[in-house]
């Protein structure tokens, strides 16, 4: 299995990284991408990245909520960062008009000069969309034949939204949401729908503990050593044998991500 969304460099990771890169491996995962979310986490991703080779990878980016901070040196120290041999997506970048934590027509220029720079570096890019679907597409659109991959992490868009993804050629990360009975009743019904050489899991750790875990760490904390239970509540989703499911979306990780 392969996690392609992990926010290792989270402080509620800062007292066991190690024992959680540990459990992961004990649960058959083989392979993290952790997500660099500005030039401080991004550094910080592909230098821990460095330390764990051909088991750990790193994005490089800049999110949504981090676009204020991007200034004219940005774009130079993202493309350093991106060079590096262990960097093997830009992003995560993207639109958050749900929390609006940037103004928006910062997180737009921020959103385009990375992708610019994913065409230009020939690099996948990593993104991140919420109550943004529309500007979203028309900012992506223009660039996405000049990218080698895209994927939409932690999609819970709505079925029309899922179909304009999948019309730009877009990959799909799936996230533990599908196993929230509450907020993941769409998503359940909507997983089918991704072709199988589309998607991708993730479990977007320390985010969205899977709520249908028998047993719930006390910190409520989610890990990759949890991505099984979520693959497993996918594959039932889409009526598939869990081990083809894992079978089929590690492969089309690492095809993606060229690892």
Not at 201 to 213: A, G, K, Q, V
Request: negative net charge.
């Amino acid at each position: 299995m392969i996690d392609i969304g992990v926010n290792l460099t989270d402080r509620q990771f800062d007292a066991d990284r190690n024992e959680v890169i540990a459990r992961a491996k004990a649960a058959d995962v083989s392979a993290l991408i952790l997500t660099g979310t500005n030039l401080t986490a991004s550094q910080i991703a592909a230098d821990y990245a460095a330390s764990q080779p051909n088991f750990c990878y790193a994005t490089a980016g800049i999110h949504p909520h981090e676009a204020k901070s991007f200034d004219e040196h940005s774009l130079s120290a993202l493309r350093t960062l991106a060079l590096r041999p262990e960097v093997v997506a830009v992003g995560e970048c993207g639109l958050d008009f749900n929390r609006d934590f940037s103004p928006r027509p910062q997180q737009e220029a921020v959103f385009e000069a990375q992708l610019a720079l994913a065409a230009e570096l020939q690099l996948p890019v990593f993104m991140h969309c919420r109550d943004a679907h529309q500007r979203f597409m028309d900012i992506l659109t223009p660039w996405r034949n000049k990218l080698p991959a895209a994927v939409l992490h932690c999609f819970t868009g709505s079925q029309d939204e899922l179909k304009d993804c999948l019309d730009l050629d877009l990959h799909i990360g799936i996230t533990g949401w599908v196993c929230d009975e509450r907020r993941g009743q769409s998503l359940q019904q909507l997983v089918s729908l991704i072709p199988a050489n589309r998607l991708m899991i993730e479990t977007d750790s320390p985010y969205l503990l899977p709520r249908d875990l028998a047993v719930k760490p006390k910190s409520r904390r989610n890990e990759p050593a949890y991505l099984g239970h979520i693959a497993h509540r996918i594959a039932a989703c889409r009526g598939e044998n869990p081990d083809q499911l894992i079978a089929d979306t590690s492969a089309t990780s690492r095809a993606f991500f060229r690892i």
